[in-house]
């Protein structure tokens, strides 16, 4: 089988950004393909490999207080044909409950052999901005799970 196009890539990419950017368990995980593995870097965050079904649950856990989260590409992508790749440069924004939430990512992702879905997604962070915000949604996702909020 051929290599999908730049075309059929950007296409999917397109489609995957503006499906995470609704920001629901379901949506995040609508183009990625049933074994896609998300992984999270630098290592020092000590993030488990992630499945579709743990990271929808993920999402889930954060919208009561992260019920929305934006992502906009900064620049343009990096697209190879012929590892099924493109690279993204992004910025988030979220208004939560414990503040303003920005962030700034590089996503790796791989496609599938047609180019229509994600088969494997690199993330990487800001560390320390990540440390210092991940503990504060998890804390504030807790409460309101207890009712707490």
């Avoid at 950004?17 to 965050?45: K, M």
């Avoid at 954060?62 to 790749?85: H, N, S, W």
């Avoid at 180019?115 to 901005?129: A, I, K, N």
């Amino acid at each position: 089988m051929s290599s999908p196009s730049r075309e059929q890539l950007l296409q999917t990419t397109n489609l995957f950004l503006e499906a995470f950017n609704e920001f629901t368990p379901e949506s995040v995980v609508r183009y990625r393909s049933p074994s896609c593995t998300h992984r999270i870097f630098p290592t020092i965050l000590n993030s488990p490999t992630q499945t579709n079904a743990d990271f929808a649950n993920f999402v889930s856990a954060l919208r009561p207080v992260m019920p929305a989260l934006q992502f906009r590409l900064v620049g343009e992508p990096v697209v190879d044909e012929v590892a099924r790749k493109v690279v993204l440069h992004l910025k988030s924004r979220s208004d939560t409950s414990v503040g303003l939430y920005q962030n700034e990512y590089v996503w790796i992702l791989t496609f599938s052999q047609d180019g229509t879905s994600v088969d494997d997604m690199s993330e990487f962070v800001d560390s320390l901005y990540t440390s210092e915000w991940v503990p504060k949604l998890v804390k504030a996702s807790e409460e309101a799970t207890k009712g707490g909020n």
